[in-house]
């Protein structure tokens, strides 16, 4: 008789598409601890991953991603940091969001898969929407900690959320669908959050640059 196993069965079909909505809305938050859990979860025969994500099971990968995670952790709390972090991760936690829906979803047609890709990407996105108006908001309040209880609430989020998905995909798809329906009721204020958002990092950077002596000025 064959050895049972104790990994569960490779997710497939409803179960999937459950996972990647709950996946690509925790890498919108934050993508580093997303692909750090899932691949620990899977280390720990948790969470089965389709073939084409086993490469987040690399201890290289989770190992960077965890200090990757570190250091959004604490930078996330500091104020200039935080502002041109999150301008710059819009072009990271979008495309990671995509490339992982391509990478599960090869039994897809290719029209499908890459359908599939972009509606993963645009889960990633309104979720950063979410955060980058929840932020704008925390910014303009007189008293600092705002932003870092939001920072903290952010990550015990993506951290419990995607451990509670590996034990029920549905009920966890459910939670990040009722968060993408909130972005969607206030998506002019994440609009113009984003806007606010780069214009903010934009003239940080400005600021420290013209605040930076230049090399061999008196």
Known sequence: MPIATLAPFIPSGANLTAMLVVICFSAGLNVYATVAMLGL??????????????????????????????????GDKIPVFDLVWNALHTFVRVPVAGIITYAATPQLPEGSR???????????????????????????????????????????????????????PMAAAAVAVAGLAIVVLTIRFVVRAMRRLFRGAEAAVASHAHATPMPGAR
Do not use: Y
Request: with cysteine; net charge negative.
């Open 41 to 74: 979860l899977a280390r720990a025969q948790v969470l089965a991953l389709p073939q084409g994500l086993h490469v987040v099971e690399s201890w290289t990968v989770i190992g960077v991603c965890c200090a990757l995670f570190l250091v959004e952790f604490f």
């Open 114 to 168: 890459l359908l599939a890709t972009l509606l993963g990407a645009a889960i990633a996105l309104a979720a950063h929407g979410g955060k980058l108006a929840a932020r704008t908001a925390a910014t303009s309040s007189p008293e600092p900690f705002s932003n870092a209880a939001l920072s903290l609430g952010e990550d015990g989020l993506v951290v419990s959320l995607t451990w509670f998905m590996a034990h029920h």
